[in-house]
């Protein structure tokens, strides 16, 4: 019987993996995107250094549940876009490998 069904292991298993790929790639365009419209904001000196504080503290406080959005983590978002917006050929491998991967290639 075990083998009967192995391979709709393997159909769920392939699946799972691509949907991970989907939300991680999904989630660097955001993050991006982010660090796009933040780095744009200050560069046009519409923004200082303090109104990313604000905009962490104002997630925070209109959306709770919502995770990863520190003043800390929008810095690495803006250093992130700031870092490779000059490769447009390259931001579509960004967006195959995960966050962390991209921040430790971003901070060396």
Do not use: C
């Not at 075990?2 to 298993?13: A, C, D, G, P, T």
């Not at 955001?30 to 046009?44: D, T």
């Not at 990313?52 to 995770?67: F, G």
Request: charged share 25%; aromatic share 12%.
């Amino acid at each position: 019987m075990e083998n009967r069904f192995s391979e709709i292991i393997i159909l769920i298993k392939s699946s799972q993996a691509k949907a991970l790929q989907a939300v991680n790639a999904e989630l660097i365009n955001l993050y991006w995107n982010i660090g796009e419209y933040v780095s744009l904001k200050i560069e046009q000196s519409e923004w200082g250094d303090g109104v990313v504080t604000e905009m962490a503290n104002y997630i925070q406080a209109k959306e709770p549940d919502i995770k990863g959005f520190s003043d800390k983590n929008i810095w690495r978002m803006k250093q992130f876009y700031e870092t490779y917006k000059a490769f447009p050929k390259l931001s579509t491998a960004l967006r195959e490998i995960s966050w962390s991967h991209n921040l430790a290639n971003t901070m060396k």
